[in-house]
């Protein structure tokens, strides 16, 4: 997958990422597994909006917005993500997938 996939639990934190998150945004693992979604988002008002939407609905789809690399540079990104929920309907944690779309703007 070229894509960044990045899961949370229920409280925004990442618990898995895949190898493109790291190649795109430079960090290892150990520096995002534990800590909180925001640390890449570059506008934590979205990232706020977006988090009550997506417990609101289940998902949100091609947003556009910006992440931030370990290197703190800002890449362009369309992202959706997706609430998974358990058989109780309990939010049990969050999938984000986002695509870097610098090159096109």
């Known amino acids: 997958m070229l894509d960044i996939l990045i899961v949370t639990d229920s409280n925004a934190i990442i618990t898995?990422?895949?190898?493109a998150t790291f190649n795109i945004l430079g960090y290892e693992e150990s520096e995002l597994l534990g800590k909180s979604i925001e640390l890449i988002f570059t506008e934590?008002?979205?990232?706020?909006?977006?988090?009550?939407?997506?417990?609101?609905?289940?998902?949100?789809?091609?947003?556009e917005t910006t992440y931030l690399t370990k290197s703190s540079s800002k890449i362009t990104v369309s992202f959706s993500a997706s609430v998974m929920r358990d058989d109780n309907r309990q939010i049990q944690g969050i999938v984000y997938v986002a695509q870097d779309i610098s090159e096109r703007k």
């Open 16 to 19: 898995r990422v895949n190898q």
């Open 44 to 63: 934590k008002n979205i990232f706020n909006v977006l988090n009550i939407k997506l417990k609101q609905e289940g998902f949100v789809e091609d947003i």
